[in-house]
């Protein structure tokens, strides 16, 4: 069983922004969130795709922020559902039985909210610029959701909240490690994607999740 540890840290990374204010505070509810993220097209290589975000996304606020790296063709491009109708969906849906999370609990989303696609419409791993850009409106999402429990699936969407405040985490040491960051607990996941798989076996994913389930107990028993 992982042990829930705390490592606070209070100190915020250097912006990408130079003025902070574009991060903190941010303007607004969920509503504005969706209106202004969807008119988004700040990302020269992703201007033939629109924003993946509506009240699909989950519950505002929400006990649980589930953050994945982009839109999948297969999946959320084509639903409209960040993190659904795809393999990588599917073993999301599993992993929270696993974990013993209801899906009402959480709220999702993705570190980029284009498609990030290749010259042959293929699903790409986004640029630092984009995820970057898109960290904005992250931290917007952050602010309205209030999760409690911060989950990113993946390098790309840690990578992203070191973008709004450091956490100094790296995938291969802190998965499946809660840890405090500003003022929440933050669990760092692989991605449940099947090429993610070869890396990480399913096997070990579950035993991953089950943190989640560990920590889900502990924020709503507290």
Not at 124 to 153: F, K, M, S, Y
Request: one cysteine or more; charged letters at 20%.
């Amino acid at each position: 069983m992982t042990t829930i540890g705390s490592s606070p840290s209070s100190r915020r990374s250097t912006p990408i922004w130079p003025e902070r204010e574009l991060l903190f505070p941010l303007p607004g509810g969920w509503q504005r969130l969706i209106v202004e993220a969807s008119a988004c097209r700040s990302c020269p290589g992703l201007r033939g795709s629109r924003p993946v975000l509506g009240a699909s996304d989950g519950p505002v606020p929400a006990p649980i922020l589930l953050i994945g790296e982009a839109p999948g063709r297969h999946g959320a491009v084509r639903t409209g559902v960040p993190l659904h109708g795809d393999r990588t969906g599917q073993h999301v849906e599993h992993l929270l039985a696993v974990a013993g999370v209801p899906r009402e609990a959480v709220h999702r989303t993705n570190a980029v909210l284009c498609h990030p696609a290749d010259e042959r419409g293929r699903n790409r791993r986004p640029q630092a610029a984009e995820i970057g850009r898109c960290a904005r409106w992250l931290a917007w999402r952050l602010q309205v959701v209030d999760p409690p429990i911060v989950v990113t699936l993946g390098a790309v969407p840690l990578a992203s909240l070191e973008q709004i405040a450091h956490h100094g985490l790296r995938l291969a040491e802190a998965a499946g490690q809660p840890t405090r960051w500003e003022g929440r607990w933050l669990l760092p996941l692989y991605h449940p994607s099947p090429r993610a798989l070869a890396r990480r076996p399913m096997g070990r994913q579950e035993e991953d999740w089950r943190a989640l389930g560990a920590l889900w107990s502990k924020v709503t028993s507290a």
